[in-house]
């Protein structure tokens, strides 16, 4: 009989050995398949805000018509490291039409780097007072101005 205790006790030890490998392996795959994950979200992150950094606008000059409508004529410089696309614009949150000339009068498509652009936006309401002017990127990046009186 004692030969027999002894031989139990080495199958319940390799039983446990076996127990906490296994139970080892399955937490150290979930925990590296989280990981993997985060990381992959962080890098999402970096990767977005790398690129709406590349993409810089600066306000220069502004001038506004009010009488029947609205127009904003806005001198933009973009000062970033990638063309901007003007995807839409508004005045006082509504949206305006709008037309974008380079520095020799032609109308262009994006505002091209290190270059200045005069955009014209126009919306068929007469605001008066303090205008928001809101530029939105085809990169989804917002550019606000609040232009006084």
């Known amino acids: 009989m004692l030969g027999r205790k002894g ?4 199958v319940a030890a390799a039983t446990l050995i076996a127990i906490v490998l296994i139970a080892s392996i399955v937490y150290y795959n979930y925990f590296m398949s989280q990981q993997q994950v985060s990381i ?3 890098i999402d992150v970096a990767r977005m805000s ?3 950094q590349m993409e810089m ?3 220069i000059y502004f001038h506004k018509d009010v009488d029947g409508s609205t127009t ?3 001198y933009v410089y973009n000062y ?3 063309d901007v696309e003007i995807d839409r614009i508004f005045i006082n949150n509504a949206p305006a039409s709008f037309s974008i000339y380079d520095s020799t009068g032609n109308n262009v498509d994006k ?7 005069k955009v014209i936006a ?13 530029i939105v990127t085809g990169r989804n990046k917002i550019y606000s101005y609040n232009i006084p009186p």
């Open 40 to 42: 992959a979200g962080f």
């Open 72 to 74: 904003v004529t806005m």
């Open 122 to 134: 126009t919306v068929p309401k007469k605001f008066n007072g303090r205008l928001e002017v809101t």
């Open 50 to 52: 790398r690129e709406r």
């Open 111 to 117: 505002l091209y780097r290190n270059d200045l652009y």
């Open 80 to 82: 970033g490291f990638v």
């Open 7 to 10: 031989v139990s006790e080495l």
């Open 57 to 59: 606008l600066s306000l």
